[in-house]
């Protein structure tokens, strides 16, 4: 059996989404339990006059809520009895729980994941890994350090061996190829960082590095892995969804100008529609935080049930293929097996 | 009379599209003058069975040409006969001629206008400001310091003031909007280098400073200049790109792939056409260089005749307005008006 928590609340849609989208993975996975954290009457509540399994769904109450506005470390130091915060302490003290989903705020749940579970051996700082949808129908995962951080060409060595790992084993993606974020293809190409990092990867044994990436590629299908710092992956990221989101209003927009393209659009129903599900992020699910001693998928704050089941569903797949245990592995054969010094 | 040197080789389709887009300049403005540089054999091959206004049309003979694979400093050194440095040569030597317009080598063209033409007063370092269109009909300035260059907030708030100057004066944007790269709205967001961006950059006299914008706004309207480093400059630009075009390609395949949308692509093809036609960078000119003593226009290397108009229309209208004098007077105005040292 494998069991997550779900932190119910802080998501725009709690806990509705949550709850509805734990039913939803249980009915998915048999050997699935899940623990929902959070004011028990308002889950409860929700949990009215749906069937699901009993024996595999526990509640944790959870009176209060972290919001986006509290400082991350105030929300660790003030907000203990927190739907987050208390799904992260039973993570810490049970070992029968592999890991958490929550859609709340984010500097809050990377500060309690990375001081309360700790890092696996070997990891500086976890990294985020969103998945994005490609143009030929695969996926691309960016892994970074999250905004506000100053990195070292050995960052990008880790988010390469750790994203390699979690695509490998959460989307069965062989061998994948991994890129660095630069401003032009050619090794010698960027700062000193991009340079240091390009001669690290290259030497780094267990991954398979294909070289730089520009950012008109993310997209393109050529690469399976794209590792940065976080300034340049929140720029990266923000840019191709506002990019393809401002295309699509226009579409719609220029669309409803004219009779004769309201009448071109009525075939293209189906196809625009299409389009539109491709690119919502509902359907990628969240952003895991890898290089935490136990799982933590991150899913956007205005995570519908769909997305919150995908969120489950990534969690679950983390633990059914050991990945927190083969990314510390891998990381030992790299570093050696010594404990790091906190 | 407004005079330009156009450098005829080192674009993809050289000399033709250098040579027509010249023609069509001319015929634009009466009171343009052009000078074409390059092998003035080819030139004039290029030139035949075309009517013009000889009298405003100069051939500059240059034998040898720039090739995007040379590195600038050895561009300057070695190729001094070539089309681009004797560009420049004219242009350092020759108070009548305005600016110079170039398809070559970005790098060379950086290196020989700083070093040979040299900064304004109290410019730290020349910027790129490219122009892309907005999905609302308008425009937005990018202004950075391209690739590999390490910046200081001095840099950025340099850039908020050129760039202002040049939209108001090249494109009519009254008052820009300037917006700071960012991963966040609000003030305190982003690392060292952005906060204290955000601090200088809301103390800077006569700028329109709006605060941070996330880069999936770009295309939103909101702004008219957004200015950052070149790392992120090129992450942005290029992903934008890239995803439109990843996008247009993907929709291009899905309806090629039904009968259904073929058909409905029939009643959309003006609609399509005209949003290809919105995407074209080539329609929208080269990107200008800001902060030299005399105006730089570099269009794309895959530049046709259109895009070669346009890039002699930005350096034109740049001098027309006397951009680079009201440059210099702003930033005595902030820096001081002594000479720095070089």
Redesign the interface.
Known sequence: MIKIAVDCFGGDHSPLAQVDGSLAALEQFPDLSVILAGDEALIREALADKTYDESRLEILHAPEVVTCNEKPTDAIRLKKESSMMKSIRLLREDDTVAGIVSTGSTGALVAAATLRLGRLRNVIRPAFCPILPT?NGGIVGVCDSG??V?ITPDYLQQYAVMGSLYLENVYGVKNPRVAL?N??TEAE???DLRKKAYELLSQTPGINFVGNM???????GKFDLVVCD???G???L??????????L???KR??KS?L??K??????Y??FA??KKFMDYQNYGGSVLLGTAKVVVKGHGSSKATAVTKCIEQAYRMELNSLTGKTEEALDAIFGAQETEE
């Open positions: 143009m905004a506000n100053d974020l401003i032009g190409k960027g700062d520009e950012s008109r590629d993310l997209l393109s976080g300034f340049s929140n720029v990266l923000k840019s191709t969804e506002g990019a393809l989101l401002e295309m209003g226009k579409l220029d669309i004219k004769i393209n009448i071109g659009a009525l075939f293209l189906k196809m299409d389009e």
